[in-house]
């Protein structure tokens, strides 16, 4: 990054970021949603270096952004709801349910992977692919493998 756009950004962050910190922490109220969010906000701003007409343009581009980015990641939770590992005890209730995340964890990663993706991060076939950059006949033979595997292990 050349000086001119870092003395940018900082000009940028100074400016605003009390501001957009507020508005992300109304709609996220997640620190680390928001520092998530923030950080995506300034890397479009570099990344698309829009041209503004004066200050309030600016602002107003910035806060619309941070809405927006909020409101993306919000609706990408809904979608894909999870239970952390640090949950997994509470999130858990039926102790065999436990035992089977465990036997899951302790599976080779290619379908540990997989397996997370699809049944716990709730991900279809075709964007588990493109998440882990291998075909779709490829995830879908993991993830066959990988409840085989499973069962093998839950059998013993």
Known sequence: MNTKNETQIQRVIQAYGDLLYRTAYVLLANPHDIQDVLQEVFLKYM???PAFRDEEHEKAWMIRTTVNLCKDFLRFNRRHAYVSLEQLDTACEIPEDHEIMKEVL???????????????????????????????????????????????????
């Open 106 to 156: 302790l599976l080779p990663p290619k379908y540990k992977a997989v397996l997370l993706l699809h049944y716990i991060e709730g991900y279809r076939l075709k964007e588990i692919s493109q998440i882990l950059g291998i075909s779709e006949s490829a995830a879908k033979k993991r993830l066959q493998r990988g409840k085989e595997a499973l069962k093998q292990k839950l059998t013993e």
């Open 47 to 49: 990344d698309k270096a």
